[in-house]
């Protein structure tokens, strides 16, 4: 395939893609970079997919990953500041501030309400898996098999995850 005939071919789909990228978000910005990044990455296999029917369908797909992958780096990295605490530094002050563990205290509270209504096993399998032991480790420890093991701590993890939803991401709590 020479190059002109890539250039023309990427063009054409570009457009496609500006508007698939217009799903996942509504920046400008991010949509131009999750296009940019999916065509690159699209390049390397380029000749196997050239001219197929299902180039569109290829080329969200790795899009698709492609903002999946940085929408996920990007949450572990996400750092949430204070706003008064900000605008305090942004005037030049620093503001006088004493740590209030009380909240923690009510978040460690319900997490350990909601661990002992877990059945004796499913508790001690869990906090042992949350000591850092791998799947393998826990399976030979209780003797049961590592499926059984997986099973239990998504089953665990699901639990907790109910009831402790009212700490879900992005909740507000009132005041």
């Known amino acids: 395939m020479e190059s002109r005939e890539l250039n023309l071919e990427l063009l054409k789909n570009q457009k496609i893609l500006k508007n698939i990228a217009y799903k996942f978000t509504k920046d400008p910005e991010e949509i131009e970079e999750l296009v940019q990044e999916a065509l690159v990455r699209s390049v390397k296999y380029l000749d196997k997919f050239f001219n197929n029917p299902k180039l569109v369908a290829w080329l969200y797909v790795i899009m698709k990953n492609v903002y999946i992958n940085t ?7 996400h750092v949430f500041e204070d706003h008064q605490k900000a605008g305090y530094r942004m005037e030049g ?15 460690m509270g319900d997490i350990e309400k909601a661990l002992k209504k877990l059945p004796k096993g499913y ?8 000591d850092g032991y791998k ?4 399976s030979e420890e209780f003797a049961m098999p590592e499926g059984t093991v997986k099973t239990r701590i998504h089953y665990t993890r699901k639990f907790l995850q109910k009831q402790l939803a009212v700490y879900g991401r992005g909740k507000q709590w009132a005041a």
């Open 135 to 138: 799947y393998r480790e826990l």
């Open 93 to 107: 002050c620093s503001e006088p501030s004493v740590d209030n563990h009380a909240e923690g205290k009510f978040v």
């Open 123 to 130: 508790y001690e399998l869990f906090m042992r898996y949350i």
């Open 71 to 77: 929408y996920r780096r990007n949450q572990k990295h």
